[in-house]
């Protein structure tokens, strides 16, 4: 089974994990540990720490926390892998051989939300930005200029992106990432769902700045052309956070759009324990994303395809789909809906495994748009639901950084404007509603104004 195994070495072996331009390898922080083959392909990534108000308990995460990525403070993730035959055995052996290992966690398959189904198009793009009013966006001056976006995917054709929206898109090649052992060039991979994922984005924000990582273009043994494994998100992860903590804090903005999941409890480790993923908010990813949204990131996540009327193959969780990072409670979850407000039947619904109220709002999708596909396959999924909603985001943080919006009060008010679609507020299947810039629009107008 690969694992990511969890260890907290010297302060200052840390501080080099930490520190952009010194390099380490995995055999720096975690040589000779007993019956685990380690990835050298894979570079130690640093996981910040938790950290309870004054009183709190250290050992739980279900309370106000900050996340310390002081060198005294964090640990540091590697990858490796222990045989199936051994591993009930060489985990309790890890921890007892060596005092610096903190605890060793599933790294399960992730794969897009590709949509099951072959239904037709619902409307095309330009029905999704008149419904968005992206003009009346525009002239807010919220188009996402000087915002990055990112696109945590399976790589984006910038040319293919250009040639259908129709006008000029922006790539930052120098701030994306591409994981080790994938060949290939930010914005020049082939077209594929990561190319439908920053199409969308620009529907409502077409001057932001997409930034390519294609974490779903690793190749595990014996995996699809479109799977990738947690840790290569762990690592992506961990490259946005030096993209971030570089940008001057007072227009802090990015954007960070995940249409991807994990469909499977097969790659995890059972509910319960340690190592768990789908329902433990201390797994090191969960904590990452954490630390990330504090420094001031948007993050969003597709609620994924296993709705209950059109379920996608893959789902084998039998209940409660949207699982691990997909349901935190500091990313926005997005279900989908096509363009006459009808929740599709394979959006997922909540209650989610690491917070009940999720999806969080839900945003358009099956429609006719980038033609990734083909040219008559439809934009679909929540997939695309889920950069339609992160486009909007990025175009308020054009004039909204973090320092003025946080991210949590950001949410705070996409739930609060969203257009409620149930009788009683809140419901699993539409979240808090449908996103609406509308009541965004005013409600920035009157922050503004006070």
Same mark, same amino acid.
């Given at each position: ?10 302060? +200052? ?5 930490i ?5 380490? =390898?995995?055999?720096d ?16 990534? /640093?996981?910040?720490r ?15 926390? =900050? ?11 590697? %990858?490796?892998?222990?045989?199936? *035959? ?15 290992v903190v ?17 037709p ?15 009346? #966006? ?29 006008r ?21 991979? +082939?077209?594929?769902h ?6 969308? =984005?620009?529907?409502?924000?077409? %001057?932001? =700045? #997409? ?5 779903l ?18 690592a992506?992860?961990? @490259?946005?956070? *030096? ?6 804090? +007072? ?25 768990n993923?789908s329902?433990?908010?201390? @797994? ?7 630390g990330? +949204? ?38 926005l979850?997005?279900?989908?809906? *096509? ?19 999720k ?6 999708? @099956?429609?006719s ?6 040219d ?12 339609? /909603? ?5 175009a ?19 739930? %609060? ?15 808090y ?9 005013? /409600? ?7």
């Open positions: 089974m690969r694992v990511l195994i969890q260890l907290r070495p010297s302060p +200052e072996i840390v501080a080099a994990v520190d952009p331009g010194v390099t380490t =390898t995995p055999a922080v975690a040589d000779g540990l007993p019956g685990v083959v380690l990835d050298p392909s894979f570079a130690p990534v /640093a996981v910040p938790p950290v309870p108000a004054a009183g709190g308990d250290p050992l739980t995460m279900n309370q106000p926390l =900050t996340f310390s990525l002081a060198a005294e403070d964090a640990s540091v993730l590697v %990858r490796g892998e222990i045989s199936d *035959d051994e591993l009930s055995t060489r985990l309790p052996l890890l921890s007892a051989s060596r005092r610096d605890g060793v966690f599933s790294d399960p398959v992730i794969e897009p939300n590709i949509t099951c189904g072959g239904d198009p619902v409307g095309d793009w330009r029905d999704v930005a008149r419904l968005l009013d992206v003009d009346g #966006l525009a002239e807010d001056g919220l188009d996402g200029t000087g915002v990055a976006l990112a696109v945590v995917d399976t790589g984006i054709n910038l040319e293919h992106v250009v040639r259908h929206i129709g000029e898109a922006l790539l930052d090649k120098e701030r994306s990432w591409v994981p080790g052992g994938v060949d290939g060039t930010p914005g020049a991979f +082939e077209v594929d990561g190319t439908m994922c920053a199409f969308d =984005t620009l529907v409502a924000a077409p %001057r932001a =700045t #997409l930034l390519d990582l294609p974490v273009l690793s190749r595990r043994q014996g995996g699809s052309a479109l799977d990738g494994l947690l840790s290569d998100a762990v992506a992860y961990a @490259h946005l956070r *030096d993209v971030l903590t570089a940008q001057p804090e +007072e227009s802090r903005a990015l954007v960070v759009s995940n249409s991807w999941g994990s469909f499977s409890p097969r790659w995890d480790f059972p509910v319960g324990h340690p190592g993923y329902d433990n908010p201390a @797994h090191p990813f969960n904590v990452i994303v954490a990330l +949204e504090q420094e001031g990131a948007d993050i969003l996540f597709a609620a994924g395809n296993c709705g209950r009327d059109c379920r996608d193959g893959r789902c084998a969780y039998p209940d409660r789909p949207i699982v691990g990072a997909n349901s935190h409670s500091r990313v979850s997005v279900g989908g809906v *096509d363009v006459r407000n009808e929740r599709v039947g394979y959006s997922s619904q909540g209650p989610g495994r690491l917070s009940q109220r999806p969080d709002l839900c945003a358009y999708t @099956h429609f748009g980038s033609k990734a596909f083909g008559d396959a439809p934009d679909s999924g929540t997939s695309a639901a889920c950069p339609v /909603a992160a486009g909007v985001v990025a308020v943080r054009t004039r909204w950084p973090a320092t003025r919006l946080t991210p949590g009060q950001l949410r705070v008010l996409l739930r %609060r404007t969203a257009e409620d679609r149930s009788t009683v507020g809140f419901d699993y299947d539409y979240g509603g449908i996103v609406a810039t509308e009541g965004i629009r005013t /409600a920035l107008r009157r922050k503004g104004a006070a």
